[in-house]
């Protein structure tokens, strides 16, 4: 699962910040804590969403450390402005810290409880009555006004009004529908049981990413099928989602693009991630992906395409890459590296191909399923041997076996090793055999010559049979090679993965479980001769 890249970038000195909290509450204690703001915890909490409120914390002149650092932890800042807010250098001083974090992406939203709006922005009314008298107390006009910009800032975003015009309770209800999307929408993404060597992989596409350019940038991810590219893109997703405007990883486009409305349900999910209108519905593909790009033209984005197939399905999903603001980043993963060819030249894009694990880290992947620790136990040691020697370092292979065979006794290991070796597991066979099943006939047929007869061979001697076939092997070869079903080594010899082969020779043997003579191929000197013996 070590990645070649084929382009370069500068470095980003982005790191990852993870968050403890996913609402931190600002409010004037003695104007709301035991109405307004105490209901709106108490709510929050009841939905799930892990909220901060400075309870019982010991007041000063100053804001302590600690607090500040809870700040920078929370998702979401909810600011509530009251009455006497602005009286407490403690709520402005809490205030210019959200302002700070906002321009690090976090999410504010205030909430203006019985003032008005226009006198927080404009500080007037007991706003300015309260900064005037803390420019005479504190006789810093920095301090005071970097308050001024931080109430002016605020109260220019988007937030709630309550003015006595319904209850408090459905007020409080339409925050929490509010911010439950929003927290939705900037949840991290399961990873992986074990996430063995991920952290390695993702610093050659942070490189390629470049956070902190302009332009909109597309990095494709290819591999064949189980080598870890959806993996690998969901972990991406969680190192940088919160530094964009929105962010949505649409898993399973393949599939699911394939599906009765399977286009308009993505862009409607798309939609929800970045926008959280749970409401929006865009009722065919052509309206959906012209309320992508008048909605979304503004958004500087994260955006991730798993398993994507046909670039037509990009096309009907999204419309064009560069609809997108300045800054906005699409990640793309597929088994076929020619589709990124195709998306045109109108923006930058890279491409990584994820390959297999090495051998130490097949050996704590598999260890970790089968033992539950990160090294074998000392009497399976060379059964382990053989199942890192079979999986040749593909993930899928490795969990699939590990979790199969944990628990099991030395006796069951080795009937089960025999078996893999004879007769592919199934759970495998799935998954690599998606990219067989999207070849057409004489790709088909090219790939299951290749995995029974000519492994290893020569190009050119493989292009000569196959033509006298009528396969049109040029393109077919080429084909397999996009797919990353077959490779070519320096020597234009074919190669490709032992579980690639395996699966191949697997479908050939499921035409006829029971009767060799019944398959289209035969490689097996046993088969040939009983079937040759028993026709003379």
Known sequence: MALVTSNEASSSSFTHQPKNFDVFLSFR???????????????LRQHGIHTFIDDNLPRGERISTQLLKTIESSTISIIVFSENYASSSWCLDELAKIIECKKNDQLVRPVFYKVDPSEVRNQKGKFGEALAKHEEK????????????????????????YNNSCTEFKFIQGIIEEISNSKLNRMPLFVAKYPVGINSRIEAIKLLL????????????????????????????????DHFEGSSFVENVKDKSGAFDGIIQLQETLLFDILGDRHLKVGNISRGTNVIKERLCCKRILLILDDVDKADQIERLIGKCDWFASGSRIIITTRDKHLLATLGKAYSIYEVEVTKLDDHEALELFSLH???RNKPEEDYSK??????CYAKGLPLALVI?????????????????????????KDIQKILQISFEGLDENERDIFLDIACFFQGSNKNYVVDISNACNFYPVIGIQKLIDKCLVTIDRFNTLWMHDLLQQMGREIVRQESPKNPGERSRLWCYEDALDILTQNT
Not at 408 to 420: I, P, V
């Open 29 to 43: 204690g003695e104007d709301t804590r035991l109405g307004f703001t105490g209901h709106l915890y108490n709510a």
């Open 138 to 161: 504190f006789k810093d006009d920095k301090k005071v006004q970097k308050w001024r910009e931080a109430l002016h800032e605020a109260a220019s975003i988007s937030g709630w009004h």
């Open 210 to 241: 470049d956070i902190e350019s302009n332009d909109v940038r597309i990095v494709g991810m290819y591999g064949p099928g189980g080598i870890g590219k959806t993996t690998i893109a969901k972990a991406i997703y969680n190192n940088f989602f």
């Open 370 to 372: 089968a033992f539950h």
């Open 383 to 388: 059964l382990t041997d053989q199942v890192i």
């Open 401 to 425: 076996i590990g979790a199969d065979l944990c628990g099991r006794s030395e006796m069951e290991w080795e009937s089960a090793l025999d078996k893999y070796e004879r007769i592919l597991d």
